[in-house]
C-alpha cells in the first residue's frame, strides 16, 4: 500500500513544478496536484509502493492535457448562439446552386462540340488527371501533341463560355 502522505511530501513540489513548466498557472496546477492525490487515494490499493511517482506523473500529465483542452474549447461553450452566428454557412445557397448546375450544363454542352480528339485529351487531362505523357501512349501521339489538343480544346471552351447562353454569345 501507498504512503499518500510521504509520496505528497516526497513530490508534491515537483508535481507542481513539473505542471507549471508545462504551461499551467500556478493555481491550476495545485488543482491539478489535489486531483492528481485524490485520484491516486481512490486507486492506491490497487497500486505497488514503487508505482505511486509514476501514476502521480502520469495522471498530473493526463489531467494537464484534458484542462488544456477544456481550456482551448471554452470559447465554443459559451454563448453557442452568439458563435455560431458568425460562422458561414458551408451550403451554397438555393441561387447558387441553381447558377452553378446551370453553368455546369452550358459546361458539358460545351465540352461536347469539341473536335473528338481535343474532347479526349481534356477529359483524360481534366476529368482523369493524366499526363500529357500518359495521354500520347493511350492515344498513340505525342505529348506536345496532346498539349497542343488540349490548349485548343480550352480555348474553345473559354470562347464559348464567355456568353449567357454557353454559345459565346452567339444566338
Known sequence: MCDLGG???????ELLRFLVRRGASRETAADIVQESFERMLRTAPALDAGDGRAYL?????????DQGRRTRLAPLAGDGEAILSGVADPAPSPEASLLSRDELRRL???IDTLPPRARAVFLMA??????FVEIGRR????PKTAF????????????????????????
Not at 7 to 13: D, E, I, T
Not at 126 to 131: A, F, M, S, V, W
Not at 139 to 142: A, P, R, T
Open 7 to 13: 509520496l505528497f511530501r516526497a513530490y508534491g513540489q
Open 57 to 65: 506523473f502520469r495522471t498530473a500529465a493526463n489531467l494537464a492535457a
Open 108 to 110: 458539358a454542352a460545351a
Open 126 to 131: 481534366r476529368i482523369d488527371g493524366l499526363t
Open 139 to 142: 492515344l498513340g501521339i505525342s
Open 148 to 171: 497542343s489538343h488540349l490548349t485548343h480544346a480550352l480555348e474553345l471552351l473559354r470562347a464559348r463560355m464567355a456568353g449567357p447562353d454557353g454559345n459565346g454569345g452567339a444566338p
